[in-house]
């Protein structure tokens, strides 16, 4: 059974920096492309950034380039995103899907709230 758990959201202030991380388990980690996206009230989920399965490439929202920064540690079977310069518009549920050959599976998201 795939499990993707997620950590580290939570609420903060406007400038402040968070850390999320998600591992995984019960599937091949090293060959999974990994994302992180976000979904607010009202809105349907979007892309936040993106990483290939050995880490080579990156790709971000235009959003968040220059302030939030994904990661993995094959070795850990973790991913994470280091989001600096959080903004009020940052407010949303964070999941972190795992990517093969078009399947994902989902993480059960994590709040992220950002107040000025």
């Known amino acids: 059974q795939v499990q993707l758990v997620e950590s580290g959201g939570g609420e903060v202030q406007a400038g402040d920096s968070l850390r999320l991380s998600c591992v995984a388990s019960?599937?091949?980690?090293?060959?999974?492309?990994m994302g992180w996206f976000r979904q607010a009230p009202g809105n349907e989920r979007e892309l936040v950034a993106r990483?290939?399965?050995?880490?080579?490439?990156?790709n971000y929202a235009d959003f968040v380039k220059g302030r939030f920064t994904i990661s993995r540690d094959n070795d850990q079977n973790a991913v994470y995103l280091q989001m600096n310069s959080l903004q009020p518009e940052d407010t949303a549920v964070y999941y972190c899907?795992?990517?093969?050959?078009?399947?994902?599976?989902w993480s059960q998201g994590t709040q992220v709230s950002v107040s000025t």
């Open positions: 899907p795992a990517c093969l050959s078009g399947r994902k599976y």
């Open positions: 019960g599937l091949t980690f090293r060959i999974h492309g």
């Open positions: 990483i290939t399965s050995g880490g080579g490439i990156r």
